[in-house]
């Protein structure tokens, strides 16, 4: 195998399968995410009480979590690519649907169908990646991916501000559900389960990727090599758990500090406050790229994780003690923006350092599934402790608690001689 060759492994994945990915996981991220900012504008047709708002944004993860494992089994077992395309098909009718409702439980059954067909998306993707990337690429690839999280709000959060400002919420819904059906035609032609059967690269590139996979899984660790409850039962995946749903929780203090700082900056315009929302994920975008590269560089996946963590705490704690201005807490938002979306690729790189690819499939599922409780935990933790106490400040306290044990989970509970990579890929491989 030349150097060359090598140098042009990684370049050729890159742009055939994460871009593909990221369009794809944007939409389905801002059909996720847009009912935050077309709720207010929903009370024309049928009025909604404050627990009906909530609950239309938080039944989508009830749905959710329902099939985190059937999916990755699926794209273990079956196909990723085609698990991937059925389950994008299936959440744009229930997009669209979202702007024919004509009552409130209508709505509450369409974000329920969202959350159930986005559900199986994240780690039947991780899945894919896995079966292209080898570790030491493996948390840069996660991370370009999940871009799409970020780059979704900074183009999305202004789109739908402007739509809505043109045309009613019901048109809002319908059109921005469309794009999937139109996207999942390239995802088709452009994406392949695995080096084998992808034509745009040589039988060279292809037998690199292969051997070194391969090699790769022979070298994990016995336990990894087990069936399903042995692998799951290992302290270390338990231990993941921990982390993502902590981390998770904490997550929502920087989704529910953001719209009180935008609405005080603007007039209420949608155009304006989804504009102001775009700005600490352009931060975020390139924080997590950063890490990425980092980590990969390094093989330091607790660090990568647990510092910006610890960042994000400080700027959580120091926005919501202390009265500062609100451009002031702008900034501040930006700093915990960052610190909470940095670890995302190193921290999706450990479970397939520990696992199988025949069972890390189930731990994927199990991680994403159980981590996103937090969509539920962390909203109601800080309304509850808002009635209780009279004061948001408490629950944003506590938020950052849960980011606080996330960090002590990372660091000291994940062991660095079985979570973290030495560096054996070549340099040449290491430049996408």
Not at 232 to 259: D, E, H, M
Request: proline share 6%; aromatic share 12%.
């Amino acid at each position: 195998m030349t150097a060359a060759v090598q140098a042009g492994v990684p370049r050729k994945r890159w742009a055939y399968v994460i871009p593909v990915a990221v369009v794809m996981y944007m939409l389905a991220y801002l059909d996720r995410t847009n009912v935050a900012v077309i709720l207010p504008y929903i009370g024309d047709d049928f009025p909604l009480s404050a627990s009906a708002k909530g609950l239309a944004s938080g039944i989508f993860f009830i749905g959710y979590l329902i099939l985190q494992i059937p999916a990755a089994v699926l794209a273990v077992k079956w196909s990723a690519r085609k698990t991937v395309l059925l389950l994008m098909i299936a959440w744009a009718v229930a997009a669209v649907l979202c702007g024919l409702v004509r009552n409130e439980t209508q709505l509450h059954l369409a974000r329920l169908l969202l959350g159930l067909f986005e559900g199986g998306v994240w780690p039947a993707v991780l899945i894919l990646l896995a079966s292209w990337f080898p570790q030491a690429e493996r948390a840069r690839a996660n991370a370009l991916w999940m871009t799409c999280l970020p780059i979704s709000a900074i183009i999305m959060s202004p789109l739908s501000g402007l739509m809505l400002d043109h045309m009613s919420w019901r048109w809002v819904f319908v059109i921005q559900g469309l794009p999937p059906l139109l996207w999942a035609v390239v995802w088709w032609f452009a994406v392949a389960d695995r080096p084998a059967k992808a034509r745009w690269i040589s039988a060279e590139e292809r037998e690199y990727l292969e051997s070194t996979l391969k090699a790769e899984e022979d070298a994990k660790p016995a336990f990894a090599k087990q069936g399903y409850r042995q692998a799951l039962a290992n302290r270390q995946v338990l231990l993941l758990i921990g982390v993502y749903f902590f981390w998770i929780t904490g997550f929502y203090g920087f989704s529910l500090w953001l719209p009180s700082v935008v609405k005080t900056m603007t007039g209420g315009s949608a155009t304006a406050v989804g504009f102001l929302s775009a700005v600490p994920y352009v931060l975020a975008l390139a924080g997590m790229v950063a890490c990425a590269h980092w980590s990969d560089r390094t093989g330091n996946r607790r660090l990568a994780v647990a510092v910006p963590l610890v960042v994000a705490i400080a700027g959580l704690l120091l926005g919501n003690l202390v009265h500062w201005p609100a451009a002031v807490q702008l900034v501040l938002l930006c700093v915990v923006a960052t610190g909470v979306y940095m670890p995302y690729g190193p921290f999706w790189a450990i479970p397939s350092r520990l696992l199988g690819i025949e069972v890390v499939a189930v731990a994927m599922g199990l991680i994403n599934a159980l981590g996103n409780l937090g969509g539920f935990a962390g909203p109601y933790l800080v309304g509850w402790l808002t009635d209780v106490t009279g004061s948001a400040t408490t629950g944003f306290v506590v938020l950052a608690a849960f980011l606080a044990v996330a960090a002590g989970l990372a660091f000291f509970g994940l062991k660095p001689a079985v979570v973290e990579d030495s560096a054996h890929v070549p340099a040449a491989s290491r430049n996408p």
